[in-house]
């Protein structure tokens, strides 16, 4: 590695480094970083890798190295890539291992193969700028020998070929050693000037594409410049020759040409070196093929205004153009025809912008950090200097009349205010800019302007000031304006009063301010003192001009621009605008003034004719999509400002603006009428006629915002998709654009894919979209939505360690077969609508991800987006240089186009650009092409004349249009994709057959087909069948083909719908390190499918609740915890060893489900699995439990075989519907079986070595049975398979035929649970019924030609017997007699099943629905809860067994208490219902005592006082009822929390004498207001006053916002500290004492709290929030324990009374905790 220290002209240090370690260039401001490309010695081993090596020798050195002579050209490193000027040399430090002879810098150009006398003979003298090396630097060549085979030359510039192209490697040497052989009278080569534009400049360091400078002279433009150092003689011809070869195709333009406006930027090719003949006339010119015309691209119009500032709008001095800032680039707009210039070169935001007097020189600065300031040549349009100020946010900026002083105001890195004035008279001469004077204030500044008759002088205005400066001996120094009584206003802007510029005398000078509070101050200038105030309009002022001495304008917030008289005694004219007056400034004849708004719209009002003239109106946020009627030119985009607007194409005049309290997401013309539909954030959709400004349709199907709409070419149909997965088709040839159909879940979710997720085929045949996961391309029917055709596309690059996903999709718009697919990895796919092969990919498309695409509709240009750059592409890939690309965005670019009549591209993001398209049109072929062309010709006119086109303007063609190059290549390869091939990039390929393809569906004359079968590398997804068997219901499934919807039956697992969202930050404490420790799980998920496990033998009970796995064994009772998972888990299975449990959670926010294999021994997760997009269905282990078998969702029925030695996958197959059942053959471990809504699939497992294959055939359900969907299966011995359906049949099919074999009703409802065991089958089902049946004669059946039921056969199926439990069945497990087993229902129960003894028994019990409350028993041996479906349930503490249940029908409990007394005869339980009422429970007598009804809205909150004398009831109104648990009566009802509902009550054992106050107990009160009230209280003698009233205080919020709860409780410790927390301005926790009444203790938390609890022992608290976290609180020092164990938001913590036991509940799930104390 060597470091050159460089010194600039500018003063700048600047680090030179090159070093064989660098695998790429990189650049900073102060650092230069170049790849050293070590060569090799002649003929060696590594001389020859290097010539077939991609990237070179980047890397250590090879052994055989030889000596290198390397000469650098700093002068042209720091000029190209740095834009600074060389100044010498300063230090060089080695930091490597190597040998070094000598190093010296020299003007000259040195050639170490020429000796003194041959260069002696040759005439070579120093005064040529050439000579050969010194003898120092010499190397000895033998007699005879050539140095150049000795010794490497490296030259920087380098003329390599290789890859890096910023590298610094060894040149051509055969090209070096033809010049050298050539040196007839060499002379120094000229230097090559560069002529760079600014934009292309700044954007060097940032685009890594850009390696040689584009030359722009006079002389036409080469895309290629002559490396420096080669001396030839042929240079001038070499020249001449490509000028003329050029001069065909391009034009020459001067720098300043009008067409130089486009902002373009050439990419050059990775190995693009042109080859030129020297002497043999005889040799072929091999031209570098490139894209042309060169640029493709001109930026013609912008639609915007503003972007960082709606405070910068300039006029020039001739009063003919208006210059403002449109986000980064700057705009000059001609007020008579609206033609637009621009000024680009800034890399953000412009913030400010400046004319001198005359207007010939203009500066502007952008935002950021270290903003820069440009100075342009206004009339030229050229940028004369570029510096930076060191400062942020910089907001003004200031010429003096005669340009000579440009100040600036920012902020500094302390976020003072700064104010910089630089020197530039000699900026357009040398553009030498020098700083004059620097201050930094605490003083704020809003304007600051330099005075007109003196340059040294400038005025300010800002927040209660006004000061004049002055610039003397280089310092900037200020006073200010007394202001009097008026300091506090905030001054806005600040105008002169103009007169003779060079009137020595300042008394007549008058200084204007204007004030936010409408008040103009007139100032004597020379006295610094006010000499007038006048209030103009309560109106607030934001800007002031003046001109000459008559007039004075104001622009206010009100919207209105005035017109004054300087005496103010009335409104000489006025103009009203649709939003506050943001800036306003007369022209120099002061006969118009520009006014300019905050909503973004620029106009300016005549004073003599008194008429308004609007130049652009804006959208003021982000344009997030278009569309064009290419018919009327008008143009729709919807904006983030919350609006839709309709443009005229070519006046840029806004015609329409449609204004919605929703947000618009996507807009769509329709092809042909004047209507447009917008879809919204809320998932509505709207039609829209612009001819009568009518609604015409609103659609409501959607739930989320709308990502995608569009019709169809032929106008018949609408589509629209939302975030929520969901796809709509309309009729559009309606007015009322009804809705045919509606798709569900078939749409990828999420909202990146916005406004252009669907794209139609041009024939309208065909809908493409992403879904119904990112790594799935659809194709479906346009007109009904069924699906044709599914694409996978995250497998096509098998080594990468990410899955590639899909991100856009676009047809191909002359060829319907041609569907452009653009991925995450940055590629551009290719893919066959057909077949869905892979035809072309294109890599490294852009350097961020690719945002929209497009193709012209000739098929020659693909249009790219990405981040900030709009690319053009040669659609067949097949030039040299297949790109360009064009900057001017200053945000990424939401959607880019080409217009309907292909003169024009469309790019919408921070505004909106329109590009001329200068690509020639196709042109027809000459009868001269060749049998190929000539066929393509052919079959394309064919096509034409079957189906008459339309142009985008609405008249018919003559003739379909050719391309003018050949027809498409698409690559195929013959790469095996179960080889697992590396996958490179096919559309370089050379060793590729190319074969054109007809447009026409099937090959007809001059058509062609494949020669050979091309293997795909996408997984195709498409129906195949197969017929195996030759039977009619039996075909072989695997890939699938409906669309993926929601199954209608309770089998198939839905995972519970949550708001909340895990906290990923959460870091879990060291085992044996936690503060508490999970004791017990009370309950069992209902909600799960198969989400229970047991083994007899084993004595192995396994179940979930929640993201938790429990393990019991039944003998003794003593629970195991398997925590891994963070959602909700769906399903379970366990090896026929039982000693492995595999589980199976959700992803959370569109991630993959998680598989968890658990060693039951240890209780450690051993593996993980993340494969299946949606949930998992159902697992299941073989016999051997040699396989392992995974089921997705109906989202994405994957049946996925998984080998269990390593869990790696052995094979996935998509079905074609949704999985509800899967099992193994309990003995044959290669079969296995799973039912569905498209029936039964019979599945073989075949291995051979480390090969499987996994072969699947599919059987209808038996016509007798109706339109049925299968739900569950088992097996019967080895050769029968029952299945049960969703209306209670029993199907029995024999294994070896796939036929049904008999049918029977076993239930009313849906079987949701199979299972057999011997010669005995249970059946589960929804109506609550479990049966038993015997089922032997079902071994004596045969295959019929017919399906026979029980009644039409003699075979007997005899009914056993049967029981109902509290809920349908979805799990089950016996023993292998079936005398016993445990079955699982969605009421939240598991039910010890005993036939031989008719006994059931519950062994666990849980809620089914959300529980509201739980709390402890004075003595902690119970426990109790309270749920929304009206159940209080009291449980022991040490058994974890339900004790008793008290329902109330149809009312949901809110909350629940225990009396304080001790004896257990009089222990009860009160709750409070959502009617109103409270009910009290005896325990003993396991019985409701008493009924009250102190509330006429639901009960909130309820507490026994202390010593349980009354009953303290909330309702939701907020009104507290203190009521007798002897005779129900109601004794008072305090009101002073009405209105808001009170959310937690406490009542504690506190004598209130230390607050002066008569009682024995206190109570509190909090409500969602975040108010709490203490009171002290004797409830004997009927006494209870006020102690308190604590307020907090919190932000304003919208009605809608979902707040957290206010909360609050009494210390444990202390009970004069009360604990609270809310919403408020802070996330904390806060101690107010009530003796010192003050808060003397905060505790910040990360998220808002929606439970706590206080352990009265060890200062412990418990607090939970929607992240899933319960969070463990040491008060006293703050130190803290994070816990997730939930798999939802928790509702309630609860710590017992002796704080050793602590409850947590999310949802219905509850967790005890034993206290460790932190």
């Known amino acids: ?354 004319f001198n007097g005359n207007t010939t020189l203009l500066a502007s600065a952008q935002i950021g950090n270290n903003s820069v300031v440009r100075v342009w040549n206004y009339h030229k349009g050229n940028c004369v200097a570029m510096f930076r100020i060191h400062a942020h946010s910089l907001s003004c900026l200031s010429f003096s009349y005669g340009g000579g002083i440009l100040c600036a105001v920012g902020k500094d890195s302390h976020n003072k205010t700064m104010v910089v004035v630089w020197n530039t008279r000699n900026v357009s001469k040398a553009g030498e800019v020098t700083i004059l004077a620097k201050a930094h204030t605490d003083v704020d500044i809003n304007t600051m302007k330099v005075a007109f008759f003196d340059d040294t002088r400038m005025v300010s205005c800002g927040h209660d000031n006004i000061r004049l400066w002055r610039v003397r001996n280089g310092t900037l120094r200020s006073c200010p304006v007394n202001l009097g ?57 934001q800007h002031a001009d003046r001109r000459e001495k008559w007039t004075s304008n104001a622009g206010s917030e009100d919207g209105f621009l005035r017109l004054w008289p300087l005496d103010f005694s009335a409104v000489f004219l006025e103009a009203e605008h649709e939003g506050p007056v943001s800036v306003v400034l007369v022209s120099s004849d002061s006969l118009q003034v520009l006014a300019a708004t905050s909503t973004g719209n620029l106009g300016f009002l005549n004073v003599s004719s008194r008429g308004y003239n609007t130049l652009m109106r804006s959208h003021t946020d982000t344009v997030l999509g278009f569309s064009v009627d290419g018919i009327h030119r008008q143009l729709t985009s919807a904006s983030s400002d919350g609006t839709v607007r309709i443009w005229n194409m070519d006046s840029l005049h806004q015609l329409y603006d449609f204004v919605s309290e929703d947000s618009p997401c996507s807009v769509a013309f329709h092809p042909s009428e004047q209507i447009f539909s917008c879809g919204f954030s809320s998932g509505v959709v709207r039609v829209f006629s612009i001819s009568t400004a009518e609604l015409l349709a609103e659609h409501k199907q959607h739930g989320g915002p709308v990502v995608g709409l569009t019709f169809s070419p032929d106008g018949e149909f609408m589509y629209s998709a939302d975030s929520q997965g969901s796809l709509a088709l309309y009729n559009s040839s309606e007015e009322d654009h009804n809705v045919i159909r509606v798709a569900c879940n078939v749409v990828a979710r999420g909202t990146e894919r916005a406004p252009d997720a669907l794209t139609v085929s041009s024939d309208s045949r065909c809908l493409a979209f992403i879904g119904p996961s990112e790594y799935i391309v659809t194709i479906a029917d346009a007109r009904s939505l069924d699906e044709l055709l599914r694409v996978d596309v995250s497998i096509l690059d098998v080594e990468s360690p990410r899955l590639d996903s899909a991100l856009k999709v676009c047809f191909s718009t002359a060829s319907t077969e041609h569907l452009l697919v653009a991925t995450s990895a940055n590629k551009i796919l290719w893919v066959s609508t057909k077949t869905g092969r892979l035809l072309r990919e294109l890599s490294k498309v852009h350097k961020h991800q690719c945002s929209s695409l497009a193709v012209s509709e000739d098929s020659r240009f693909l249009l790219t987006a990405g981040h900030n750059a709009v690319k053009v592409w040669d659609y067949n890939m097949q030039l040299n240089v297949n790109s360009q690309m064009f900057i001017g965005h200053s945000q990424p670019i939401r959607q880019v186009s080409f217009t309907p009549d292909q003169l024009c591209v469309i790019s919408v993001g921070d505004a909106i650009f329109l590009w001329d398209f200068l690509a020639n049109p196709a042109k027809p072929l000459t009868d001269s092409c060749s049998p190929l062309k000539a066929n393509y010709t052919s079959t394309l006119k064919a096509a034409a004349e079957v189906s008459g086109g339309q142009l985008s303007n609405g008249m018919p063609r003559q003739t379909a249009p050719l391309p003018s190059s050949p027809p498409p290549r698409l690559d195929v390869s013959t790469t095996d994709q179960v080889a697992q091939v590396a996958l490179s990039s096919l559309s370089i390929c050379d060793d590729t057959l190319a074969i054109p393809t007809s447009p026409a569906q099937d090959p007809g004359p001059g058509g062609f087909s494949d020669p050979r079968p091309a293997v795909s590398f996408l997984k195709v997804t498409d129906l195949v069948d197969m017929s195996l068997l030759n039977t009619d219901h039996l075909d072989t499934v695997d890939v699938k083909q409906k669309t993926a919807v929601r199954p209608d039956c309770y089998r198939h697992f839905i995972q519970r719908f949550k708001t909340s969202s895990l906290d990923q930050t959460v870091v879990a404490p060291q085992t044996e390190e936690e503060g508490i420790k999970l004791k017990a799980v009370i309950g069992y998920n209902g909600n799960g499918r198969g989400n229970m496990v047991w083994s007899p033998d084993q004595g192995l009970f396994a179940y979930s609740c929640g993201c938790v796995v429990v393990v019991e064994y039944l003998h003794t009772g003593i629970q195991r915890h398997l925590q891994g998972h963070s959602e909700e888990i769906s399903c379970l299975a366990l090896t026929n060893d039982a000693q492995t449990v595999a589980s199976a959670a959700g992803g959370s926010n569109s991630s993959k489900s998680l598989i968890c294999i ?94 499987v294959d996994f072969k699947v055939q599919r059987a209808n359900a038996p016509s007798e049975v109706g339109d049925v969907e299968l739900t569950a299966l088992c097996y019967h011995m080895d050769t029968f398979l029952f299945t049960g359906t969703n209306r209670g049949h029993v199907c029995a099919w024999d294994v070896n035929t796939q036929c049904c074999l008999m049918t029977w009703e076993a239930d009313e409802g849906e079987i949701g649970v199979l299972l057999c065991r011997g010669s005995r089958l249970l059946t589960g089902s929804n109506t609550r019924w479990l049966r038993l049946w015997e089922v032997e004669a079902v071994q004596a059946m045969k295959p019929q030609q017919n399906v026979c039921s029980v009644k039409d056969s003699r075979t007997t199926v005899v009914l056993e017997r049967e029981v109902m439990v509290d809920g349908t069945m979805v799990s089950a497990a016996f023993d292998n007699t079936m005398d016993m087993g445990i079955v699982g229902t969605t009421a939240g129960t598991l039910w010890y099943i005993n036939w031989s003894d008719n006994s059931n028994i519950r062994l666990v019990s849980g809620h089914k629905s959300k529980v509201n409350d739980v709390v402890f028993s004075c003595n902690e041996s119970h426990f109790a809860t309270c749920s929304e479906d009206g159940s209080v349930r009291v449980w022991s503490t040490s058994s974890y067994e339900l004790v008793v249940q008290f329902q109330v029908l149809n009312q949901a409990c809110g909350c629940v208490c225990w009396s304080p007394s001790s004896s257990k005869d009089s222990t009860c339980v009160a709750a409070g219902y959502s009617d109103g009422t409270v009910r009290i429970f005896q325990l003993t007598s396991t019985e409701m005592e008493m009924k009250l009804h102190p509330h006429t809205v639901a009960v909130t909150a309820i507490q026994y006082s202390a010593n349980g004398h009354v009953i303290l009831s909330a309702g939701k109104n907020g009104l507290v009822a203190v009521s007798s648990p002897v005779n129900g009566t109601t004794i008072r009802v305090i009101r002073d929390h009405k209105g808001a509902m009170i959310t937690t009550i406490q009542c504690v054992n506190e004598q209130c004498k230390s607050f002066e106050l008569e009682g024995n107990e206190m109570w509190l009160a909090t409500s969602a207001d975040r108010r709490v009230s203490v009171w002290a209280a004797d409830w004997s003698k009927d006494k209870c006053d006020l102690l308190d009233w604590l307020s907090f205080p919190a932000p304003p919020y919208f009605a809608g916002d979902s707040l957290p709860p206010s909360m609050a409780a009494f210390c444990p410790s202390d009970r004069s500290l009360v604990v609270y927390t809310g919403y408020g301005v802070e996330k904390e926790l806060s101690f107010y004492s009530l003796t010192k009444k003050q808060i003397i203790k905060r505790i910040a938390l990360p998220h808002w709290a929606t439970c706590i609890s206080l352990s009265s022992d060890s200062q412990l608290l418990a607090v939970g929030s929607k992240e899933r976290v319960l969070k463990l609180i040491k008060s006293t020092s703050g ?40």
């Open 1 to 354: 590695m060597v470091h050159l220290d460089v010194a600039a002209e500018e003063g700048h240090a600047i680090r030179v480094s090159f070093s064989n370690m660098f695998k790429e260039f990189k650049s900073t401001a102060t650092w230069l970083q170049f790849p050293f490309l070590c060569g090799a010695a002649k003929d060696s081993v590594y001389h020859h890798t290097s010539k077939s090596a991609r990237h070179g020798l980047v890397g250590p050195a090879p052994s055989s190295v030889r000596w290198t002579c390397l000469m650098l050209d700093l002068q042209y490193a720091l000029s190209v890539y740095l834009d600074r000027c060389f100044n010498h040399l300063k230090s060089i430090k080695l930091c490597a291992n190597m040998s070094v002879k000598n190093m010296f810098t020299s003007d000259l150009q040195l050639d170490p193969g020429v000796s003194f006398s041959e260069a002696k003979l040759m005439g070579l003298t120093s005064s040529q700028g050439t000579g050969p090396m010194p003898r120092e630097m010499s190397f000895p060549v033998p007699k005879g020998g050539s140095w150049h085979d000795l010794y490497d030359h490296i030259k920087f510039p380098s003329e390599g070929t290789k890859l890096p192209f910023d590298s610094i490697q060894k040149g051509n040497s055969h090209l070096e050693a033809r010049c050298a052989s050539n040196r007839r009278s060499p002379v120094r080569e000229e230097p090559r000037f560069v002529n760079l534009r600014k934009a292309v400049q700044d954007r060097v360091s940032l685009i890594q594409q850009i390696t040689t400078p584009k030359l722009r002279n006079q002389t036409p433009v080469v895309t290629d410049i002559p490396e420096l150092g080669v001396v030839s003689t042929q240079q001038k011809d070499w020249e001449q020759e490509l000028a003329s070869s050029s001069s065909q195709q391009l034009t020459s333009r001067s720098p300043w040409d009008a067409d130089d406006g486009g902002v373009h930027v050439y990419v050059h090719p990775e190995d693009g070196l042109n080859k030129h003949a020297e002497e043999s006339e005889s040799e072929s010119e091999s031209e570098e093929e490139m894209l042309l015309p060169d640029p493709i691209l001109r930026l013609n119009r912008i639609i915007g205004f503003g972007g960082a500032t709606s405070k910068c709008a300039l006029w020039t001095k001739s009063g003919d153009a208006v210059v403002y800032p449109c986000h980064a680039i700057i705009v000059s707009m001609t007020i008579s025809s609206n033609q637009q210039r621009f000024f680009v070169g800034h890399t953000d935001k412009v913030s400010a912008l400046a």
């Open 485 to 541: 009584e008026y300091h506090s206003m905030d001054f806005t802007d600040v105008a002169f009063e103009e007169g003779n510029s060079f009137d020595p005398h300042l008394d007549d000078r008058t200084l204007f301010a204007s004030s936010r509070s409408g008040h103009i101050f007139e100032i004597d200038y020379s006295r610094v003192v006010i000499r007038n105030v006048r209030r103009l309009l309560p109106a607030q002022r």
């Open 1158 to 1251: 658990w060693d039951v021994q240890n209780g450690t997760c051993c593996n993980t699995i993340s494969y299946h997009t949606g949930a998992v269905q159902s697992l299941a282990f073989s016999r051997d439990d040699r396989f392992f078998l995974s089921v997705g969702d109906f989202s994405n029925p994957v049946v996925a075989l998984w080998s269990t030695k390593n869990f790696q996958l052995l094979s996935g197959v998509s079905m074609s519907g949704p999985i509800h059942d899967a099992t193994f053959s309990p003995s044959a471990a290669s079969q296995m079986a799973c039912v569905g809504s498209q029936g039964v699939y019979f599945c073989l497992i075949h291995t051979q070595g480390l090969d």
């Open 1679 to 1718: 130190r803290f324990q994070d816990f997730v164990q939930h798999s939802d938001s928790l509702q309630t913590c609860r710590f017992s009374p002796s704080g050793t036991l602590l409850f947590s509940v999310a949802y219905n799930e509850i967790l005890l905790w034993e206290v460790q104390g932190l």
